[in-house]
């Protein structure tokens, strides 16, 4: 039997592009005892993985050049030898830009229920996006009712949840994001209090403007996805003793770092601001992920996919995810 | 009877100097009742004061054009309409840069015991600048024994302060220092492992090389005290989930602020970065003092002054210690 890849061929020094990657045919092998062979219905496209495309010292290894893609997959199992998992079994995983996938059955992959939870919501608000918020949200901002709670990227996978398990805690939220239709989304179906659209602010100082409008009591919790001149202006909102979870840089993802303009402010208004990988951090999971589960699966956590057809259109949805062109959760159907 | 002060008389754009103050002669009015007149004997000066003298928003309101300049001091009551005070007593408070202070005896003084520890050490290692090092070390830095802690301004009233704790833990401590003399003081006196003398590496690579090879398990804590170019080496040798104490960040307080180079290490390091002022933590202040005083009294925490003396020479001194000409605490000599 084939199965189809996309491997990483090169490695992009700006922004990544099509001969980066290569789709390949290659012949699965036999099973051994075991091992589970599962048929790859979603592949999960997500930020992360340009960090892992460079050669660069960072929390992860880096991505071999000529292997299967890393990637968070949703999938049927198709073929088992582990008396753990049978044929039919809806699983999650990190099945990788392929259309099978081999698991060793031993903890690499997780049975789902698709009674109440459409499949592909546990690669988003309820997968590794969905606790992504739910542990920066609570383990490092932790907003309290009143409280004013901020973050960018609002109506990606990861934002969307943040402010919507904010507006759940009694916070005024407001959002950032690109475009008025994601502004629109942001505020009218996720509740946000507000949502600014920094497209419509190409001057910092405008954007500052704009958000301190929207923030008269200023930032008591600030959930980071973005960076540069966004995470800038809202250090000039926080308020003392504020808290900033670092989740993502994504602004500067594709060439030099940006630099923070005002580090003193970390001191001046006695900020915490702390970084971290909800995958270092697995014993939150099982709480978090039920209560992600209730929340979407009684419609109070609303989510929106963005589903590039096919393996193939893989990577132009990447290359279209890193610029903020996906609305909400980017996802490659490949079945 | 007659006061000398130094009041702020203009707000300095870049470093401060000398028209930046007045010194007067003006009357001192009777005493009310329960009010406490000291004659201060040491004048402390402190970083902090530089961000006084600008009339922006920070943590605490700009000195008052015109005002005698805030300061910490230590002296003896020489007169006393209260009856917790005695002619004869030492006390520490913040009296200000001028000969006497008249206190409300309402907790704005405090009695302190120079059996066993100097007067001036009241306004150091026993007093703001060591609860500082204290709280930071103790309350942000977290160090265990065997972990690499790093402090810059090594031979200063806090970082001295800092490095000796850390040692008494159990770590390898790594200081910061300008010149020779003062590295050799914090290697040789104060028993740090390394002291590194930026003023010997003025490209940023260069004192990043040293600093690497100075920290070879790399970085755990960070006490920063300075900010800018030593920062922003430190970050790069930061290890996973290391906590960095933001104190102060001299570097730039003459001017305008240094950007943090790269700010995504937080992110990448899941580094905790976090600003604070001990005296809004008062809570930890007994238990904090009698630990320093203790140590200071057996000998086991070390410190060294610089003693300018008499009011007038406490501007010159104070530019002095914003460009780090002092060694150790910087006083003012008094009476």
Redesign the interface.
């Given at each position: 039997m084939m199965n189809q890849r996309i491997v990483l061929a090169s490695r992009p020094t700006t922004a990544p592009s099509a001969e980066n990657f290569r789709l390949e045919a290659v012949a699965l092998a036999p099973l051994n005892d075991g091992e589970v062979r599962i048929r790859n219905h979603f592949l999960s496209l997500d930020p992360y993985m340009r960090g892992r495309m460079n050669d660069a010292?960072?929390?992860a290894q880096p991505q071999p050049l000529n292997e299967t893609m890393i990637g968070g997959t949703v999938g049927e199992v198709v073929e088992s030898r582990n008396a753990a998992f049978a044929v039919g079994d809806k699983v999650v995983g990190m099945g990788g830009w392929q259309l099978y996938c081999t698991a060793s059955g031993r903890g690499d992959i997780r049975k789902v229920d698709t009674t109440h939870i459409p499949l592909s919501a546990y690669l988003g608000a309820v997968g590794m996006p969905g606790m992504t918020a739910w542990y920066g949200l609570n383990k490092i901002c932790e907003p309290k009712a009143g409280e004013t709670l901020c973050v960018d990227a609002a109506s990606g996978a990861v934002g969307s949840v943040v402010g919507q398990l904010a507006k759940l805690k009694g916070c005024t939220v407001i959002g950032v994001a690109g475009g008025k239709d994601k502004c629109d989304y942001v505020t009218g179906e996720l509740g946000f209090d507000a949502c600014i659209d920094y497209k419509a602010y190409p001057e910092p100082k405008d954007f500052y403007g704009a958000l301190k409008a929207a923030t008269p009591k200023g930032i008591d919790g600030h959930f980071e996805n973005v960076?540069g001149s966004i995470?800038d202006a809202v250090m000039l909102r926080m308020n003392?003793f504020g808290r900033i979870a670092?989740?993502?840089?994504i602004s500067?993802y594709n060439g030099a770092?940006?630099?923070?303009?005002?580090?003193?402010l970390?001191?001046?208004?006695?900020?915490?601001?702390?970084?971290?990988?909800v995958s270092?951090h697995m014993e939150h999971w099982p709480a978090g992920l039920t209560e992600l589960g209730t929340l979407v699966a009684t419609g109070k956590l609303k989510y929106r996919e963005t589903v590039a057809e096919g393996l193939a259109s893989a990577p132009q949805a990447f290359f279209d995810l890193l610029k903020g062109k996906n609305f909400g959760k980017q996802l490659v159907k490949l079945a």
């Open positions: 010292k960072s929390y960076g995470l003392a670092m989740c993502g840089m500067g770092p940006i630099p923070l303009a005002a580090p003193q970390i001191l001046q208004s006695r900020l915490k601001v702390q970084g971290f990988i270092e």
